[in-house]
């Protein structure tokens, strides 16, 4: 395959054959306890300056580091900003943001008690949510502080989901009030009481025109927020609790994660339309629709990560080397590669642009990265790769740019 071809081109490691599953779930570690490992010199640093994709990643590299302030910590949260320019994190006691393109750390400043950090569309604002009530809102070029919204006076840190295409939050109340802001506009747009007040997931769908919600008893709302209609109710007869939801492109199928399973509803009838074994907590980390809706998949504490056809609920293609430990995952624009990293092993990228071909396995090739990552992020643009330490640093691979032409060697 084209993708194996050009990672043998690269300097990286790459795997063959599958690793052994692990026997079992692991307890999720705390992140306080992550203890850096010893990381490769940096390079001077380049701008990352070409889209990566299937056809050049046999170009890719450690372009440089963004560093972080000392005694700061691990990054728990991040975000880019939609250009791919700015990167922000959140450590337990700091917000860092930095320049993507240049890797210079523009600005920190010590925080506590946030939840997640996000960037308005116009990336001219940088949002915090915090565990009580608040979202503060700063300059996103300054970190000059803005103003603060109380997002619900009972809000305490429950779900949320944020679409930073159109600058929407939805969180929900101890009391089971979903509420949906335009963070642009600094109002809330849309208000639903649910019957069940023990909402334990919510999402968006990807054009973030409706917004589903399940509780711990097994019901799940799709909701039309703009024009304040339930699309579907869909109460599950084994009363499983939701631990993550998903909706497919399309608008005609969502997928509710059990600590045991996924439901793969259907939204034309308010029918199961498939129950795919998982294992507990196999989408404790990430449960998502990839290739345009035709697949799903789900990875967590299970002893592999799966990728499902989600028009029958097959299995496609199960990765035991990435079960059994926390996983984080993030995609190429084209939606044709993946990057994983998992707790205390390897960061790979993976070629998706042709499962229904690879039963077994999955082209893969491993980055050198020589430090403990406990987080990934590929940049909106398409051109870096986020690779975060364990010690707070943030490790950027990409293309580099051209370097410029030699002014003595060059014709006049």
Known sequence: MRFTKHLLGLGLLLLSGCIAA????????NREQLQAQPTPVPPAYSEPFEVLSLDNLEQIGYIGQLAAPPGSGSVFAHAFSNDGTRLAGLTNNTLIVWDVLTGDMLYDFPVEGLL???????KTDLYTLTREESLVIYDGETGARRTALTVHPNYVGGPYDYDPDSGLLAVVSIQGDVRVWDLLERQAVANYQADNPDISALAFS??????????LSGTTVVWDWREDTEIATLADVDEAATVRLALAPGGTQVAVATGEDIRLWSLLTSDIEQVLLTGRDGSADVLQY???????????LAEAMNIWESATGALAVALPELGGEPTAVAFSVDGQVMLTSIFQGDVSLWDLSDIEGEADNLPRATLNVGANIIDVGWSPDGRALALFEAGGSVQVWGIPAPAPPDEESTPQ
């Open 116 to 122: 997640d950090v996000f960037y308005s569309p116009d």
């Open 206 to 215: 990807p054009d973030a025109a409706r917004l589903a919600f399940g509780d």
């Open 290 to 300: 990839i290739r345009e809706g035709d697949y799903l998949l789900n990875t967590g």
């Open 22 to 29: 692990p026997s079992g779930p692991t307890p999720t570690p």
